[in-house]
């Protein structure tokens, strides 16, 4: 082989690196002679599990590259080393990239040159790539100028979701049909080009924008028979006006254009200009240098005292964040926030503070001084990081701090959104003794529901409120209006950012609770705030010492509906001295199971329950000496998690409960079915979704976008669902491999040792037949309901991540389209390629062709190319597994090859195709109508009986088999199925039989 085209490097019986050449060089730098190639190579800390020298095999052989995502001929050479040691040299001929084109050349120079310059198109919409945009727009400003151009980007909102809808194929129909319509349009593009996925590009003049909305062009509807899809889109727009940048930036700045249209206030359209270029590079900063100032301490946590309104005294802080930036200066909260949460850091940042936090607590502690409780702030997204909230429950119950040392501010629109998950975690952290805290009130999700709906301890009344209290009376309402509901709901008032004494005064005479804002104490670092405590310790010492009380509950009835009548609960309210029932809404009559009966002057047992004294369950009994209490009923056909109050209403106590059924709902299935939701939610577009039982040993559920996926159902325990799945790994090795990783006692093995993921990489079978590298993981989970351990296993594509092209040769290739030696090179390619491709095909063991050559003969006899099959034979070894046990795999190899030439030479003289199916099956694929297939199969059976085979320790054993066939003609994948069916009924009946499925059967 010449240089260019391979490359080749030496190691010893260690895997060490003892020289390589200077194309492995510039293909593989990272090998450094001394040291393992495996560790050089896949930074593994043993051999590679396909390594040709590992696994002994001699000869070429293909192989996928991870590396580079392309396929290679490598070829494991044994040789004396100079020193006299045994050596290996591994010579690796590419068969990638420039193979793959070069099988696609036609002998017509004009579409050699297209093919060849692939990279500059997309097939799917036979318009430019990125690439060929580039290159066509370069060179119409040749001639043209820029600023009279303009570039304009659609894509398709919820795009996955179509595809995950309908399918992959009416997804690409759905693209063509956009882009088509784009192209054709008013806009009169001069370049056209599909970027990536669903993203058009275009090159217009500026004059057909004018007089035209784009946003005409953002609603269009895809009909193909049956179906009318409504196709919503988003366009973002750069009107060229800086020539000094390249083309490809100025594609940048129309995809930022793009991107900022859902930030916008309204429209789906974005017009480029100088602030999103700044915004952008102002982001990118951020998001590039914010692991290094989490390191370097250029991140820091600040505290800011919260006080008793009554007197000033400090009674809790707020944990913030102030970001030096050694280049950017201090980085406001409003940039940096925004930019973590959009690219998923923000749990990173406040998983920091957290433990921050609970560090400076402890501090404090052990200076035996005193301190006041530290609340910290909750992204939504925090909600969804297992690690964050494990963290926040341990370090509640390890810390040795006081009870409520650490409370927790949560958004209005982060409870709006998480709904039940947000109301799961809140409960438990009130459990654990930290409060609730509603951060700035007013600006979000507001809803006077929300006060009822989840466990709060104290509204924090946005500063927005605050800043109009001196200028504006409707202000000043509201505030009021705020605090008295909330004291009317048992809940403690804050207002943010008082800065001055006319808004202390005024919050002062509203009795609101406490203050946060610069008029008391602005934030402060670490060191000055455990100053500020140690010089406020008597302070801290009387706030302490002063039972705290939340405000007297004295709710007046038609306030509390107001706050959760709409919400969806059952509310009951009676008198507590004779049960006489006050009020109950519709739902708490519908469980009544007379709801059109009046309630009013009955006892709520007797209304309730049909009963003539309180019910054992009676939450009013539950009370003790509490006046309010959550409690969870069980009536014997409910259960209800419900919140009791002892109040007074118009100057009579009245005792109050409302709540929900949680009769399926229960707080163990709760946090289960969120930590399932967040695996799920977390999984990228894969392949298939398996969940299973592995306590129990049983399947629970396979789906995904994947038909092979579905197609799994009704498994009767684990570990045939992993051998299923398996299935779908070309290779014998890659399925043991596969079983050898997720088995069940593998899984539960990893789950003993505290391990609660797992991950494989290996290429599988996708649904078009087609095989990719997959990225394997399975997720452990505990499931509280029954103690079971269950997992969730998913398989994503990453074959994109693998794909890396042979720049050097390809451009070697370009530079040489018109020359004669490139068309030498390209058949030297052509025929490497046909080489690699022959080995991938064909079985050496058994000198037949494989599965993937019975593959493309299926296909071009449905298709037509071929004459169709009109019958099909599966063959299997009788007890093969017995074979290799007693004598040993190379004796199952020996009968294997034998098997294979005598079914060669059996399928030459009666005209029959075999094909090694996998393991100890084969195929067999009749052309012929006027054959008969009972006397054919009857007659290899017989030849096969007969067939006496040599060890080579001169034992001689005899081959049986059973042979399942079918000859009705149908979809081949059918008559696969019903051969191999076929052949299931012969083995059944015992060896050397013969079963016939002609599909009449189930």
């Known amino acids: 082989m010449k240089q260019k085209s391979s490359g080749v490097y030496v190691i010893d019986e260690d895997y060490n690196v003892v020289s390589c050449n200077d194309t492995i060089k510039s293909l593989y730098p990272q090998l450094k002679k001394g040291e393992k190639c495996y560790h050089c190579l896949m930074n593994l800390d043993e051999p590679c599990p396909p390594c040709p020298v590992a696994n002994h095999i001699h000869g070429p052989k293909t192989y996928m590259d991870p590396i580079r995502g392309i396929n290679e001929t490598v070829d494991a050479v044994d040789m004396e080393l100079e020193d006299g040691r045994k050596g290996h040299a591994l010579v690796l001929s590419t068969v990638g990239e420039r193979a793959m084109i070069s099988t696609r050349l036609p002998s017509n120079h004009d579409e050699l040159t297209r093919l060849l310059e692939h990279e500059y198109y997309d097939t799917l919409t036979d318009s430019c790539s990125r690439k060929g945009f580039i290159r066509d727009t370069e060179l119409l400003f040749q001639h043209a100028n820029p600023t009279d151009y303009a570039m304009v980007l659609f894509d398709l909102r919820n795009f996955k979701a179509l595809n995950d809808i309908f399918g992959i194929k009416c997804g690409d129909e759905i693209l063509k049909f956009i882009f088509n319509t784009l192209r054709e349009s008013w806009i009169k593009p001069v370049v056209s080009s599909r970027l990536d996925a669903d993203c058009f590009l275009f090159l217009t003049k500026k004059t057909n924008l004018n007089n035209n909305r784009l946003e005409s062009l953002l609603e269009q509807q895809w009909k193909n028979g049956s179906r009318n899809v409504h196709l919503h889109l988003r366009c973002g727009v750069y009107l060229i006006d800086d020539t000094s940048i390249d083309v490809s930036h100025m594609i940048d700045r129309t995809i930022l254009a793009n991107e900022t249209v859902d930030s916008q206030e309204q429209g789906s359209v974005a017009i480029f200009d100088s602030a999103m270029h700044n915004a952008y590079v102002n982001q990118a900063e951020i998001l590039s240098s914010f692991q290094s100032s989490l390191k370097n301490g250029n991140i820091k946590v600040y505290f800011q005292p919260i006080v008793r309104t009554q007197d000033g005294k400090p009674s809790s802080a707020e944990a913030l964040i102030r970001w030096h930036h050694p280049e950017l200066g201090l980085i406001s909260p409003a940039d940096f926030i925004p930019a973590l949460e959009k690219n998923g850091l923000i749990s990173e940042l406040d998983h920091y503070v957290l433990k921050q936090v609970y560090q400076f607590q402890k501090s404090m502690q052990e200076l035996h001084q005193k301190y006041i409780p530290v609340s910290i702030n909750l992204s939504r997204q925090d909600f969804y990081n297992d690690d964050l909230m494990n963290d926040i429950f341990l370090l509640s119950n390890k810390s040795g701090l006081m009870q409520g040392a650490v409370n927790y501010e949560v958004t209005e629109t982060s409870v709006a959104i998480l709904k039940q998950s947000c109301f799961f975690y809140l409960s438990l952290f009130q459990k654990n003794g930290s409060k609730i805290l509603l951060d700035d009130f007013g600006t979000g999700f507001s809803s006077l529901g929300m006060l009822g709906r989840y466990p709060l301890d104290v509204i924090k009344i946005d500063k927005s409120f605050i800043d109009r209290i001196e200028t504006q009376p409707i202000a000043r309402s509201i505030v009021a209006s705020i605090i008295e509901m909330c004291h009317k709901a048992g809940l403690a008032t804050v207002a943010k950012g008082v800065e001055n004494l006319q808004q202390n005064d005024f919050l002062k005479d509203c009795h609101c609770d406490y203050i946060q804002g610069y008029f008391y104490a602005k934030p402060m670092d670490a060191d000055r705030f455990r100053e500020y405590l140690i010089a406020s310790q008597d302070a801290i010492q009387k706030t302490q010492n002063v039972k705290e009380e939340y405000p007297e509950k004295n709710i007046d009835l038609h306030n509390l509906l107001d706050l959760i009548d709409h919400d969806g609960q059952y509310i009951q309210a009676c008198s507590p001295e004779d049960y006489h029932m006050i009020y109950a809404n519709q739902l708490t009559r519908e469980v009544s199971g007379h709801p059109d009966e009046p309630y009013q002057g009955k006892k709520c047992y007797e209304y309730m329950m049909g009963l003539n004294a309180p019910c054992g369950h009676c939450p009013l009994k539950q009370m003790g000496t509490e006046t309010e209490k959550s409690l969870e009923v069980d009536d014997g056909n409910h259960v209800f998690a419900l919140t009791a109050r002892l109040t007074n209403w118009n100057g009579k106590p009245v005792f109050i409960e409302y709540g929900r059924e949680v009769t399926n709902t229960k707080e ?335």
């Open 668 to 1002: 163990a299935q709760l946090r289960y079915a969120s930590q399932i939701r967040a695996i799920l939610e977390s999984i990228p577009e894969g392949q298939g979704v398996f969940h299973m039982d592995l306590t129990a040993d049983k399947w629970i559920s396979s789906g995904g976008p994947a038909q092979n996926a579905r197609n799994i159902q009704n498994v009767k325990n684990v570990d045939e669902l992993i051998l299923r799945i398996g299935s779908f790994v070309p290779d014998e090795d890659g399925q043991k491999a596969f079983f050898q990783t997720f088995s069940r006692g593998a899984q539960l093995n990893a789950y003993q040792n505290n391990r609660r993921q797992i991950v494989l990489e290996t290429k599988s079978y996708y649904d078009d037949r087609s095989i990719r590298w997959s990225r394997i993981t399975t997720q452990l989970i505990d499931n509280p309901g029954n103690g079971h351990v269950e997992s969730i296993i998913y398989g994503v594509d990453i074959s994109k991540e693998k794909k890396h092209i042979e720049e050097l040769e390809t451009e070697k290739l370009q530079s040489q389209l018109e020359t004669e030696h490139l068309q030498e090179e390209v058949k030297k390619v052509r025929d490497l390629y046909s080489k690699a491709d022959h080995d991938r095909r064909y079985d050496f063991l058994t000198g037949l062709y494989s599965r993937l050559n019975l593959y493309d003969v299926l296909q071009n006899a449905e298709q037509g190319k071929t004459a169709p099959i009109t019958a099909l034979i599966m063959l299997d070894l009788d007890n093969f597994k017995l074979t290799n046990d007693k004598y040993g795999h190379a004796a199952g190899d020996q009968c294997l090859h034998e098997l294979g030439k005598k079914l060669l030479d059996f399928g030459i003289v009666n005209h029959v195709s075999f094909f090694r199916y996998g393991g100890d099956e084969f195929i067999g694929l009749i052309q012929n109508p006027s054959l008969n297939i009972s006397e054919l199969a009857a007659q290899l059976i017989e030849e096969l009986h007969n067939t006496k085979i040599t060890l080579e320790d001169g034992t001689s054993i005899s081959l049986t088999a059973s042979i399942g066939y079918t000859d009705k003609v149908a979809d081949t994948q059918e008559m696969i199925k019903h051969a191999d069916h076929a052949m299931y009924l012969a083995k059944n009946r015992g060896k050397d039989q013969i079963a016939y499925d002609d599909f009449t059967a189930g």
